[in-house]
């Protein structure tokens, strides 16, 4: 399972970042989340899916 974000719709609320700290995190300059792995680790494709389903901003995208 792949995951990328939304770079127009992202708010930089750091929700995801806080929820799943392993997949996602704050650009540099903070204003953005970023997706750190090429593919999301099998164990946390259900944290990354309730994370998709939180942003306040549907900004992630989940792709199979
Ligand atoms: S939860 Fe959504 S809006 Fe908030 S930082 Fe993550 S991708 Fe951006």
Not at 14 to 38: I, P, Q, R, S
């Amino acid at each position: 399972m792949k995951v990328i974000i939304n770079e127009e719709e992202c708010t930089g609320c750091e929700e995801c970042v806080e929820a799943v700290d392993a997949v996602f995190a704050m650009t540099e300059d903070g204003e953005l989340a970023k997706v750190k792995v090429d593919v999301v680790p099998p164990n946390l494709e259900d944290d990354v899916k309730e994370a998709a389903d939180d942003c306040p901003a549907e900004a992630i995208i989940v792709e199979d």
